[in-house]
């Protein structure tokens, strides 16, 4: 029997072309690489699905459906864990993609000893095929990684990227520790990359792009209306007490982490001010910082402001 070194794991909900490009991407066709697929009770282009379903599924892909309870990623993600055999998880979305060498470039972290390997990612707006920013912040902290290899450098990257694709994760890590995908409909991947970063002992980071990210009108990641946006910021508070209590005092402050992201992307998504300034208000009646004085200017504050007088 072959032994398996990567599980790749995709959860999926009703975008079966995407996902078949995905598949296309994937080196399934490698003995020591299981690709699983969970798909989310989707009910749509259902004749799609099943014919991607039968040319996959023939060359080895595994799919599985969510039957459980909670639909969602981190649900399907769960089930998928629970299927893995691989030496080392992968994540991917099904509306992204590898690049073609990516197996080359697996291939050579098969035995290592490490615990997490991160990669780069590059992104792209599907609509138009021009370069996106959302692999911006997380290649910023590879990079910060290999440059400069500082504490500060090892908790940005642990800590303040909470994607769980781009990295190859041990499994004998998250079973180890029982982690999980928190099963919620969005930020479902948060607990789960925080705490794979906490509890794993050797960490390295490759200057390598291995993934491309999509952006997509009407996808999760660019859905932000108040309801959801009130449960990202519970969880991003989750996120903080868990770190607070789990460093030191002096790890704690060199992360810096605030809510300074999250509160300039309700002002780009045209919040209203007052659902800014209540989530500011959340974040310093739970301890912390709304803002970092660092990231900011005076011309930014002043046109942030403006913006934000003519939502009134």
Not at 117 to 123: G, Q, R
Not at 223 to 230: A, N, Q, T, V
Not at 240 to 266: P, Q, V, Y
Request: charged share 30%.
């Amino acid at each position: 029997m072959n032994t398996i070194n990567f599980s790749i794991i995709i959860p999926h909900y009703n975008i079966p072309e995407l996902l078949e490009k995905l598949l296309l991407t994937t080196p399934y066709d490698k003995e020591d690489v299981e690709v699983i697929v969970v798909d989310d009770r989707s009910d749509k282009d259902l004749e799609k699905l099943l014919e991607v379903k039968h040319k996959f599924g023939n060359m080895g892909v595994k799919f599985y459906r969510n039957n459980r309870g909670k639909k969602g990623a981190g649900t399907c993600r769960n089930i998928g864990m629970r299927h893995a055999t691989g030496k080392w998880l992968l994540f991917a979305d099904a509306d992204d993609y590898f690049v073609d060498d990516v197996y080359e470039i697996l291939s050579r972290y098969s035995d290592g000893l490490m615990d997490v390997v991160y990669f780069k990612a590059y992104s792209i707006k599907m609509s138009t095929g021009e370069e996106s920013l959302r692999h911006k912040a997380y290649n910023d902290a590879v990079s910060g990684y290999i440059r400069e290899g500082t504490e500060e450098a090892s908790l940005k990257l642990r800590y303040g990227i909470i994607n769980p694709w781009c990295k190859l994760i041990k499994r004998s890590l998250a079973e180890r520790e029982k982690i999980r995908f928190d099963e919620t409909i969005v930020a479902n991947d948060v607990s789960f990359s925080v705490k794979i970063g906490f509890y794993a002992k050797d960490i390295t980071a490759a200057d390598q792009v291995i993934y491309i990210l999509t952006e997509r009108e009407g996808s999760l990641t660019r859905s932000y209306d108040k309801e959801i946006y009130k449960l990202r910021n519970k969880i991003f508070i989750k996120r903080c007490r868990f770190l607070r209590e789990k460093l030191s005092k002096d790890e704690w402050k060199k992360l810096n982490l605030t809510g300074h992201e999250r509160l300039i992307a309700m002002v780009e998504e045209g919040y209203p001010y007052r659902d800014v300034a209540a989530s500011a208000l959340f974040y310093m009646l739970n301890g912390i910082r709304p803002i970092d004085l660092k990231q900011i200017n005076i011309r930014t504050m002043f046109s942030t402001a403006k913006e934000m007088i003519g939502r009134r």
